[in-house]
T-cell receptor
Framework: GDSVTQMEGPVTLSEEAFLTINCTYT??????LFWYVQYPGEGLQLLLK?????DKGSNKGFEATYRKETTSFHLEKGSVQVSDSAVYFC???????????FGTGTSLTVIP | NAGVMQNPRHLVRRRGQEARLRCSPM?????VYWYRQLPEEGLKFMVY????????ESGMPKERFSAEFPKEGPSILRIQQVVRGDSAAYFC??????????????FGPGTRLTVT
């Protein structure tokens, strides 16, 4: 079945450090891939997405590239800020499907 | 355009009571999804509804849980005779009718259920 495997946390970085959160997926067909962010006490917000192979999603300095050959969608940011502290979820949906499949989430804490 | 609304934001119930969680989708969205997030875990799909129809309930526990999305009013997730293991955050998401490559779900802020 479809699934998402996400790098476990928690991750603690200093401000301005480089961030990578790994995400790999298993799915039939050609899913769309997403990164959602959850700030403390809030719901999930879409951070970025990619709908086909080799697409790059980007937003607020975050990037992720849809790699079909490695079934990956790793999240990167060149210089993190304290305000990036949150839980990040990788997710996929099959375009004809009804549900999203989420990874377990990676907690990021950025210290000044 | 208001986002997905959920209420209450926090709900405390004693074991054996009923919990009712409400979700109002975004304007123009006719598809609603419910997810559960247990502590330290990701979101798990529960049920997908359209107006007056349950489309996919493959993630719903077989007993005590039910969901509806009436023609008028919000979608309701109902948990009867709650147990401590039901304590979790319950998120609702909505999407417009069309599917395809631009498909995405918009999430509400969640209802945090605590069973004492």
């Amino acid at each position: 079945g479809d699934s998402v495997t996400q790098m476990e946390g928690p991750v603690t970085l200093s401000e301005e450090a480089f961030l990578t959160i790994n995400c790999t997926y298993t799915a039939t067909g050609y899913p769309s891939l997403f990164w959602y962010v959850q700030y403390p006490g809030e719901g999930l917000q879409l951070l970025l997405k990619a709908t086909k192979a080799d697409d790059k999603g980007s937003n607020k300095g975050f990037e992720a590239t849809y790699r079909k050959e490695t079934t990956s969608f790793h999240l990167e940011k060149g210089s993190v800020q304290v305000s990036d502290s949150a839980v990040y979820f990788c997710a996929l949906s099959r375009n004809t499907g009804n549900q999203f499949y989420f990874g377990t989430g990676t907690s990021l804490t950025v210290i000044p | 355009n208001a986002g997905v609304m959920q209420n209450p934001r926090h709900l405390v119930r004693r074991r054996g009571q009923e919990a009712r969680l409400r979700c109002s989708p975004m304007k123009g969205h006719s598809h609603v999804y419910w997810y559960r997030q247990l502590p330290e875990e990701g979101l798990k799909f529960m049920v997908y509804l359209q107006k007056e129809n349950i489309i996919d309930e493959s993630g719903m526990p077989k007993e005590r849980f039910s969901a509806e999305f009436p023609k008028e009013g919000p979608s309701i997730l109902r948990i009867q005779q709650v147990v401590r293991g039901d304590s979790a955050a319950y998120f609702c998401a909505s999407s417009p009718p069309s599917k395809g490559r631009d498909y995405e779900q918009y999430f509400g802020p969640g209802t945090r259920l605590t069973v004492t």
